[in-house]
């Protein structure tokens, strides 16, 4: 029975509160908030044994093995740091880090100590993942060619979004979901970033556009927006059909269509992804797997991995020209 702590008390926490509730493996152990009465709520809905008004109060709890970081992006960094030095394994929300450098930091440390640090992108631990790239390995489309792919939400309203601050923005929101969902299709030999953003009034990006050109002259485009619900729809286009995903950042059916150019494209294949918890209850389970092997690292997300991504975000936040005000 692995023993989890929350820090943070925000909605990701509240579904990740959720998930591990369910899951007979996992004891819901501790959950921390700034606010006791906030974290108290919390451990009453959500049935954890304890409740702390602080994240230092948690990190000293001896019983706690494996802590989730479910903070702003900016407090990433700090708070995964403090729970590998309290001896903690960690899964620390995506994005990961503000930065590679930031990420290259954390990774060391948790190397150093020998625990456990992964990123809880959970499009990387769903069984919808294997279900895309068998496809593609059957030969199913023939040879990938390019992908598309888009992610938005009315989310603007909400100060962390938007909050320079916090790292707000849609990048370390939104836009590292597509940028996961090409890396898994098309890899990381990347020949050059191309990105164009609309800034918020608080100077933070609020639609992104990036076009990811490889080496071997594959494409990927996406967009990303906070201030309107799009389709979420993945695109995989290959020379003998394409595969469209259904909601990259949850994928809920995956269908496989023809190339036909006329009457028009037919659906040879459609797969409903599996049921589920919430969908957190993956990285979990590879997080306890990981544990128990003695790995630092997932194999779902590895340490090299997230460095890439991280490293994608700093080329494209610098073409955007935004700098963060604690940097």
Not at 4 to 9: R, V
Not at 119 to 148: C, F, H, N
Request: glycine fraction near 8%.
């Amino acid at each position: 029975m692995t023993k989890f702590g929350i820090i943070g008390a925000g909605g990701i926490a509240r579904t990740m509160a959720r998930t591990i509730r369910e899951m007979p493996d996992v004891e819901s152990t501790a959950i921390a908030a700034r606010d006791l009465d906030r974290a108290q709520a919390y451990a009453e809905e959500y049935g954890f044994n304890k409740a702390y008004g602080s994240y230092e109060e948690l990190l000293a709890d001896p019983e706690v093995e494996l802590v989730y970081i479910a903070l702003p992006h900016s407090h990433h960094c700090q708070w995964t740091m403090a729970a590998l030095e309290a001896g903690k394994h960690v899964l620390c929300e995506k994005a990961f880090a503000v930065s590679e450098d930031e990420a290259r930091e954390m990774i060391s440390l948790s190397e150093e100590k020998g625990l456990l640090l992964t990123e809880a992108i959970w499009t990387r631990y769903l069984p919808s993942r294997k279900m895309i790239s068998d496809l593609i390995e059957e030969g199913a489309i023939g040879e990938v060619q390019t992908v598309s792919a888009n992610l938005g939400y009315c989310i603007h309203k909400h100060d962390r979004i938007v909050n320079p601050e916090l790292a707000g923005g849609a990048l370390l929101d939104l836009t590292v979901y597509p940028l996961n969902f090409a890396s898994m299709i098309l890899g990381n030999d990347i020949e050059s970033i191309d990105s164009v953003c609309v800034l918020t009034d608080t100077g933070v990006d609020g639609q992104d556009s990036v076009t990811l050109r490889y080496r071997n002259g594959k494409t990927a485009m996406m967009f990303t927006t906070i201030y309107a619900l799009t389709d979420r729809r993945g695109m995989i286009y290959g020379d003998k059909g394409f595969i469209e995903v259904q909601n990259i950042n949850n994928p809920e059916v995956i269908r496989v269509w023809s190339n036909d150019r006329h009457p028009g494209p037919k659906l040879l294949q459609e797969f409903k992804a599996p049921p589920q918890i919430t969908g957190f209850e993956y990285e979990v389970e590879a997080c306890i797997r990981a544990i128990a092997a003695g790995a630092c690292e997932c194999p779902e997300m590895p340490h090299a991995e997230t460095l890439e991504i991280m490293r994608q975000m700093d080329t494209i936040r610098a073409q955007f020209g935004i700098v963060f005000p604690f940097e």
